[in-house]
């Protein structure tokens, strides 16, 4: 990838005239079965582009749910910056939502003045608080219908829309037939340092041009950075399997550990996020991501050596462990290691306190 940003031919994109930045365009588009695709520096802006386009007047309302990326972690900017109203639905464990409840959430009786218009309605695939759970076909296709019966766009942050296609062994078009626009990140698994790719009809991605110059999204020559978004996606979808193994092989190694201090339902485990709980409540999860994170000269005499294992305390009481590009097999047996030496010092320490 940096081979390729060092060579990359360029020109100025808020023109049209970055030659890298089209053909990764161009290329984009065809691999989500879309008209076309545009290239915006972050997936928070890329969502708030979607989000202005197609709910145009300000007083509009998307229906999300109510533990999507979009209403959790985009600092409300659909409100903030579009003037565009949320409503939400309860996003169930596999990361879709009732869809009784939609139905329930959408407005009727337009223009009547007391109420917001249901312009959109808004997906995620994988799902990232539920533990990167790959939405099902059929939940797709039946919410496309409902949005049809009633004149909403569908949008889908497909942050990590990719490892949903490898996991269910099909085309990103496949799944992308179902929506109006939708957001892919490059970085994560795909290793590009930066970038997302916004796809959706002709008319979409002409409106999210002007959309992406206001939100100071209109780079120059960041053909630079297009060429390892390319790289992204033509090189890098495959690998996603490896992450998906490493993660169940990980979850397997936790239920495997004695003294049993984790609980893992395999049953979750669909792609390269993993949320597990400590069995014991006297280890919290922050406590229990501090001691994976850390090494004392007991760890170094027991196992050999020192092991630095990243993990994040997550909602609900859980842990949340991710894997990516740069990590192994061998690393993920180290991750391993590491929580069974964790498990074991923790039992210790409890019948000396007892």
Same mark, same amino acid.
């Given at each position: 990838m940096r081979r390729a940003m060092a060579e990359a031919e360029v020109g100025d994109d808020v023109l049209g005239e970055d030659p890298t930045v089209n053909e990764l365009q161009k290329f984009a588009a065809d691999m989500f079965g879309m008209e076309g695709a545009l290239y915006v520096p972050t997936g928070t802006m890329s969502n708030l582009i979607a989000v202005m386009v197609h709910c145009r007047e300000r007083g509009d309302e998307m229906i999300v749910g109510d533990l999507s990326h979009i209403h959790v972690y985009e600092q409300g900017s659909s409100a903030q910056l579009a003037g565009v109203h949320s409503a939400a639905v309860t996003t169930l464990g596999d990361g879709t939502y009732d869809l009784d409840q939609l139905i329930s959430k959408i407005r009727h009786g337009y223009p009547d003045p007391h109420y917001p218009r249901s312009r959109l309605v808004c997906v995620e695939n994988t799902h990232n608080i539920q533990g990167g759970r790959v939405l099902p076909l059929s939940f797709l296709q039946e919410l496309r219908s409902v949005a049809d019966k009633f004149g909403l766009a569908v949008h889908m942050d497909g942050a990590r829309v990719m490892n949903a296609a490898v996991a269910l062994g099909v085309q990103p078009s496949v799944i992308l037939q179902h929506c109006d626009s939708v957001s892919v990140c490059l970085s994560k698994g795909l290793g590009a340092p930066v970038g997302t790719m916004?796809?959706?009809?002709?008319?979409?991605?002409?409106?999210?041009?002007?959309?992406?110059?206001?939100?100071?999204?209109?780079?120059?020559?960041?053909?630079?950075?297009? *060429? *390892?978004?390319?790289?992204?996606?033509?090189?890098?979808?495959?690998?996603?399997?490896?992450?998906?193994?490493? *993660?169940?092989?990980?979850?397997?190694?936790?239920?495997?550990?004695?003294?049993?201090?984790?609980?893992?339902?395999?049953?979750?485990?669909?792609?390269?996020?993993?949320?597990?709980?400590?069995?014991d409540t006297?280890?919290?999860?922050?406590?229990?991501?501090?001691?994976?994170?850390?090494?004392?000269?007991?760890?170094?005499?027991?196992?050999?050596?020192?092991?630095?294992?990243?993990?994040?305390?997550?909602?609900?009481?859980?842990?949340?462990?991710?894997?990516?590009?740069?990590?192994?097999?061998?690393?993920?047996?180290?991750?391993?290691?590491?929580?069974?030496?964790?498990?074991?010092?923790?039992?210790?320490?409890?019948?000396?306190?007892?």
């Open positions: 916004l796809g959706g009809s002709k008319d979409f991605i002409q409106r999210a041009v002007r959309a992406r110059k206001a939100l100071g999204g209109g780079m120059r020559q960041w053909g630079v950075l297009a *060429a *390892a978004g390319k790289i992204a996606l033509s090189d890098m979808i495959g690998r996603l399997e490896e992450d998906h193994r490493n *993660a169940r092989s990980f979850a397997q190694g936790l239920l495997q550990c004695d003294p049993p201090l984790y609980h893992v339902d395999l049953t979750t485990v669909e792609t390269n996020i993993l949320r597990f709980r400590l069995r006297q280890m919290s999860p922050a406590e229990f991501c501090e001691r994976m994170a850390s090494v004392d000269e007991e760890e170094v005499k027991v196992l050999g050596q020192g092991l630095q294992v990243l993990m994040f305390p997550h909602v609900g009481g859980t842990v949340r462990a991710v894997w990516h590009l740069g990590i192994s097999e061998e690393d993920t047996q180290l991750a391993v290691l590491k929580a069974q030496f964790v498990a074991q010092q923790h039992k210790l320490k409890s019948i000396r306190a007892a």
